[in-house]
């Protein structure tokens, strides 16, 4: 009768201890699982922005290489010409000159977008972006020397 009377005054559910346990584990998997989230939102906002960045930096890469191509094409050649014959023409020379000043711009404007987006990549993605920078550093001084020379060919014009 005494084992009886034991099992009917023994409750079934858990101890307060068990539950706090199970509370502090689903609170440490929570601040787990919403640190994951927030690291996962971080990652898409980046790699959104440096997506946006590569849309922007192709943009001015087409406007660039658009630049250079119709500078070299058409204005370039009557320059050579009448350097060649002795007179040049002062308008040519002049929308030559304004041209490659669209280069340096367009080269400024590149690099500073460049120069954002290196802050953002990782080590490998750093070196192809340098190297991108420094070419186009040398795309800019040339169209710089080449500015000059415009500009004293037109200085030494007739008119």
């Known amino acids: 009768m005494l084992s009886r009377s034991f099992v009917r005054s023994a409750r079934r559910g858990f101890t307060l201890i068990e539950l706090l346990v199970a509370m502090a584990l689903i609170v440490f998997i929570m601040v787990i699982l919403s640190e994951a989230f927030a690291a996962?939102?971080?990652?898409?906002?980046?790699?959104?922005?440096?997506?946006?960045?590569?849309?922007?930096?192709?943009?001015?890469?087409?406007?660039?290489?658009?630049?250079?191509?119709?500078?070299?094409?058409?204005?370039?050649?009557?320059v050579m010409d009448g350097?060649?014959?002795?007179?040049?023409?002062?308008?040519?020379?002049a929308d030559l000159r304004r041209r490659y000043e669209a280069i340096i711009a367009d080269a400024k404007e590149l690099d500073a977008q460049f120069e954002e987006l290196e802050q953002k990549v990782n080590p490998a993605a750093k070196r192809v972006i340098r190297r991108i920078r420094e070419t186009l550093r040398l795309i800019k001084e040339l169209a710089e020397n080449m500015?000059?020379?415009?500009?004293?060919?037109?200085?030494?014009?007739?008119?």
């Open 40 to 78: 996962g939102l971080e990652a898409f906002r980046n790699l959104k922005a440096i997506g946006d960045q590569q849309e922007k930096l192709r943009t001015a890469a087409q406007t660039l290489r658009r630049d250079l191509q119709s500078a070299h094409f058409d204005s370039m050649r009557r």
């Open 83 to 93: 350097l060649r014959t002795g007179v040049v023409d002062p308008e040519d020379a």
């Open 147 to 159: 500015v000059e020379v415009l500009r004293l060919i037109e200085v030494d014009s007739p008119n």
